[in-house]
């Protein structure tokens, strides 16, 4: 079937349509499902790696690939209508031991006890664990990374100025792949056009020889997905064989004839393409513990075979919705184990797949269309943390998709985010992509724009620009621990303007940027040589044409990311500076340094910390801090867009932080906005808990004087209301009427919002059996609220919570 990304569109508003029995059925079994541990995966892959040893690495990860494949236990669960299991539970974790093994290695017996993200370890799962460990010693990424790193730069690490943990000891994410290439070409499809190449290589010339070893992984792993498919096919022939219920025998006979045709080939119909849709994020889930794969935009991928269908009268509305609900199920059995510091950071399993919905199509119209809607119906049924949902918001948006995405939000779990298409379209341009490609971008993981064919290599670390300003304010000093962490840049006693204040900021974030961007260097070369993407290179645009994977910089458009975090704390303390040491002169300097060190211990410290507690504050439309907080983001866009990247493009910056406002805020010291030591900092691009007294217009506002356009990696605004701020039609309308002109008119890029009471949340924690499936809007994606760490859900409580729009 010939296929668009972007199909024109119907903008066919279909309301709710009630979900089905088996929908409720398999919800419940998931929402009771404990998350567990699986070590079959890594038996499997340390079996592969002892029996190609010598071989080149990206050979050896085809077929260690292919080997989990063919060799994993597959499940078809009762009631299910989309099938393919990433592991051996409802929600079970594989391990991936060639990325590291240190950490699991100690803490794996602490694992179900632990704070944040526990999981069953049953003493079969451990004991296998066990067994592989040692083979992996001294073999893995994360030993080669540490081991390859300045000790400049793990002092900056360690002391949480930056944390780069995922892609030290895990795999490559935040991609999106071209799902509708495989819908139309199947991976039968995708090895044809490795064999074509391969019939022209020349081995004798060295460049050619490493591209046929990319082209020789790839043939190898497309039949081991062929295999992995067929291998449902005969299991639903065998369950259809014994089945006795006339109805389910039939479906397992359909199931049966899908997983033999997809996606191996192309996708005959909706069912088969929504089947080939699920396969793909499962397959490169199984690849790699990386998060953040997404699926892009689904509405517009499915909606030539829905439409050919209904045209036939082959599937009806709510079998199409019935499916669609299958797929955020499926999702949301996929969860990766990381190390206790990652789990910090990224609290509550947030797995960050990502379906973006809406928007506009490549000639610039409306995009909506049926399966929107019924995308933003699934998301009402399911209503779990997977997956990250996301509307596309531009200025001839319905009102109806508008008014019906708002709905959804009031009713919680914090989804859709809407992001605004001009917005995001500019910062994809500031990233490298041409002006016509960014029409089709989609959002991968919480906030971060790509197109399909991009590997913008996202989560390139966490930096806390409220440290790089205590730096400033400290002659390069650690307030917790008295090390020199960054440059000198003087006594600030001595400085004699906020000039001085402001060129010292620079300084230290020249030197922490530097530093960031030497481990990403350093990660990016590490994975290419150790640890090739072979499976999710084949579907990714660049690939193929190139003979390179994606760690080796084969896709088309290439860039980093690192995440700027904090951005309220820096910028409230630059302006609490300005005001009580330079314009008011209320204090010294040197009173207001001894008063940070000693965490405004005494009744001078206290009353130095209330001045600056009342000082402007972010949040509040108060140009003079708003000014300070572009000027902290823009200075580390500079500093990010100065370094190139080993695969092409260069570094660029983004605005968020997922829950690392906790384990950075621990490591930080007192700052001068009058936060004390060890609390958390700011959430993303949002005002720091409780500071923004001037209703959320005045928050948008404030927001709004950032360069949106510069942040090629995204940006969170959090935004958190009563339920009964929005519980009238015309409040609802309001709601809908302000989030549009924040993202259309006032240049903001996305906005997500949170609707619950504070008393809701204290039940939940008071409570936890009876809110298991709560879902909070944590900070670019959602979690189950009692999954929480207990000093992250008291952050999310301490939010501001509006009370009118």
């Given amino acids: 079937?010939?296929?668009?990304?972007?199909?024109?569109?119907?903008?066919?508003?279909?309301?709710?349509?009630?979900?089905?029995?088996?929908?409720?059925?398999?919800?419940?079994?998931?929402?009771?499902?404990?998350?567990?541990?699986?070590?079959?995966?890594?038996?499997?892959?340390?079996?592969?790696?002892?029996?190609?040893?010598?071989?080149?690495?990206?050979?050896?990860?085809?077929?260690?690939?292919?080997?989990?494949?063919?060799?994993?236990?597959?499940?078809?669960?009762?009631?299910?209508?989309?099938?393919?299991?990433?592991?051996?539970?409802?929600?079970?974790?594989?391990?991936?031991?060639?990325?590291?093994?240190?950490?699991?290695?100690?803490?794996?017996?602490?694992?179900?006890?632990?704070?944040?993200?526990?999981?069953?370890?049953?003493?079969?799962?451990?004991?296998?664990?066990?067994?592989?460990?040692?083979?992996?010693?001294?073999?893995?990424?994360?030993?080669?990374?540490?081991?390859?790193?300045?000790?400049?730069?793990?002092?900056?690490?360690?002391a949480y100025i930056f944390t780069v943990d995922l892609y030290e000891r895990g795999s490559f994410g935040h991609l999106?792949?071209?799902?509708?290439?495989?819908?139309?070409?199947?991976?039968?499809?995708?090895?044809?056009?490795?064999?074509?190449?391969?019939?022209?290589?020349?081995?004798?010339?060295?460049?050619?020889?490493?591209?046929?070893?990319?082209?020789?992984?790839?043939?190898?792993?497309?039949?081991?997905?062929?295999?992995?498919?067929?291998?449902?096919?005969?299991?639903?022939?065998?369950?259809?064989?014994?089945?006795?219920?006339?109805?389910?025998?039939?479906?397992?006979?359909?199931?049966?004839?899908?997983?033999?045709?997809?996606?191996?080939?192309?996708?005959?119909?909706?069912?088969?393409?929504?089947?080939?849709?699920?396969?793909?994020?499962?397959?490169?889930?199984?690849?790699?513990?990386?998060?953040?794969?997404?699926?892009?935009?689904?509405?517009?991928?499915l909606y030539p075979y829905f439409a050919a269908d209904r045209e036939k009268g082959a599937i009806t509305l709510p079998a199409a919705q019935e499916l669609l609900d299958c797929l955020w199920i499926k999702l949301n059995e996929i969860i990766k184990c990381w190390d206790t510091e990652a789990c910090k950071v990224h609290a509550g399993f947030p797995m960050t797949q990502n379906v973006t919905v809406g928007g506009q199509t490549a000639d610039g119209k409306d995009a909506t269309n049926e399966l929107t809607y019924l995308f933003l119906n699934t998301q009402d049924h399911i209503r779990l943390a997977s997956p990250q949902f996301v509307c596309r918001v531009h200025k001839n948006t319905p009102r109806e998709l508008m008014v019906r995405a708002c709905e959804i939000i009031r009713n919680g779990g914090g989804m859709p985010a809407l992001f605004s298409d001009d917005v995001v379209m500019n910062s994809l341009v500031n990233a490298g992509v041409p002006r016509e490609k960014t029409m089709d971008y989609a959002i991968i993981g919480c906030v971060e724009p790509t197109v399909i064919g991009a590997f913008g290599r996202n989560n390139g670390g966490y930096?806390?620009?409220?440290?790089?300003?205590?730096?400033?304010?400290?002659?390069?000093?650690?307030?917790?621990?008295?090390?020199?962490?960054?440059?000198?840049?003087?006594?600030?006693?001595?400085?004699?303007?906020?000039?001085?204040?402001?060129?010292?900021?620079?300084?230290?974030?020249?030197?922490f940027v530097k530093l960031l961007a030497t481990e990403n260097s350093i990660i990016d070369v590490v994975q290419a040589e150790m640890a090739p993407h072979v499976l999710a290179s084949t579907i990714i645009p660049g690939c193929m044409e190139s003979g390179k994977d994606i760690t080796a910089g084969g896709a088309r458009y290439h860039w980093t990311t690192p995440f700027g975090a904090g951005i309220a704390t820096a910028s409230d303390s630059l302006a609490a500076v300005n005001r009580v040491v330079y314009e008011d002169k209320l204090f010294s300097m040197a009173e207001l340094r001894d008063a940070l060190n000693s965490n405004f211990e005494g009744v001078q410290g206290e009353r130095i910390r209330q001045t600056l507690l009342r000082m402007p504050k972010y949040g509040n439309d108060e140009p003079e801090v708003d000014t300070l907080a572009d000027f902290v983001s823009t200075l580390f866009f500079d500093e990010a867009e100065k370094y190139p990247t080993g695969r092409g493009g260069h570094m660029v910056g983004g605005l968020f932080t997922l829950s690392s406002t906790v384990p950075h805020g621990n490591r930080t010291g007192a700052t001068a906005d009058g936060r004390k030591a060890r609390e958390p900092i700011s959430d993303s691009i949002s005002p720091t808990n409780g500071v923004d007294g001037n209703g959320p217009t005045a928050?948008?506002?404030?927001?709004?004087?950032?360069?949106?356009?510069?942040?090629?990696?995204?940006?969170?605004?959090?935004?958190?209301?009563?339920?009964?701020?929005?519980?009238?039609?015309?409040?609802?309308?309001?709601?809908?009427?302000?989030?549009?002109?924040?993202?259309?008119?006032?240049?903001?890029?996305?906005?997500?919002?949170?609707?619950?009471?504070?008393?809701?949340?204290?039940?939940?924690?008071?409570?936890?059996?009876?809110?298991?499936?709560?879902?909070?809007?944590?900070?670019?994606?959602?979690?189950?609220?009692?999954?929480?760490?207990?000093?992250?859900?008291?952050?999310?409580?301490?939010?501001?919570?509006?009370?009118?729009?």
């Fill in 176 to 301: 999106v792949y071209d799902t509708p290439m495989v819908l139309r070409k199947g991976f039968a499809g995708i090895a044809e056009e490795a064999r074509r190449h391969l019939a022209s290589v020349d081995e004798s010339r060295p460049d050619q020889f490493q591209r046929s070893l990319f082209w020789k992984a790839a043939l190898i792993v497309c039949e081991g997905v062929i295999a992995f498919a067929h291998r449902y096919a005969a299991l639903a022939g065998e369950k259809a064989a014994s089945e006795t219920n006339p109805a389910r025998k039939a479906e397992l006979l359909q199931i049966a004839e899908i997983c033999g045709h997809v996606p191996e080939k192309p996708a005959r119909n909706f069912r088969e393409a929504l089947q080939t849709a699920w396969f793909l994020q499962l397959l490169v889930q199984i690849e790699g513990n990386g998060n953040s794969v997404s699926l892009g935009r689904l509405d517009q991928h």
């Fill in 463 to 511: 930096f806390n620009l409220a440290r790089v300003v205590d730096c400033a304010l400290n002659d390069g000093v650690d307030r917790l621990t008295g090390k020199q962490l960054g440059v000198r840049t003087g006594d600030p006693a001595a400085f004699t303007s906020f000039e001085d204040v402001k060129n010292a900021v620079r300084i230290q974030m020249a030197h």
């Fill in 699 to 805: 928050v948008l506002t404030s927001a709004s004087k950032l360069k949106h356009g510069r942040c090629s990696g995204g940006n969170v605004l959090n935004l958190k209301f009563s339920p009964g701020a929005l519980a009238s039609a015309d409040s609802l309308e309001k709601f809908a009427s302000m989030l549009r002109t924040y993202l259309t008119d006032l240049g903001g890029m996305e906005v997500q919002v949170n609707v619950v009471s504070g008393k809701a949340l204290r039940e939940a924690q008071a409570d936890p059996d009876r809110h298991r499936d709560m879902i909070i809007r944590v900070a670019g994606y959602s979690a189950r609220f009692v999954e929480l760490a207990a000093d992250i859900q008291e952050d999310l409580i301490t939010r501001t919570e509006h009370e009118t729009v």
């Fill in 1 to 158: 079937m010939e296929q668009q990304t972007s199909m024109p569109a119907t903008n066919g508003y279909i309301p709710d349509i009630p979900m089905t029995e088996r929908i409720n059925r398999l919800r419940q079994v998931l929402v009771m499902a404990e998350p567990e541990i699986c070590s079959e995966r890594a038996v499997i892959v340390t079996g592969s790696y002892r029996e190609t040893e010598g071989q080149p690495a990206v050979i050896r990860r085809a077929k260690a690939i292919k080997h989990i494949l063919e060799e994993m236990t597959i499940h078809i669960w009762d009631d299910e209508l989309i099938v393919g299991n990433h592991a051996n539970g409802r929600r079970s974790a594989p391990i991936f031991p060639e990325w590291a093994v240190y950490w699991l290695e100690e803490q794996l017996d602490c694992i179900p006890t632990r704070p944040q993200d526990k999981m069953v370890v049953s003493d079969k799962v451990n004991r296998e664990l066990r067994s592989v460990f040692p083979y992996w010693k001294g073999r893995t990424v994360h030993d080669r990374v540490w081991g390859t790193l300045p000790d400049d730069v793990k002092q900056a690490r360690t």
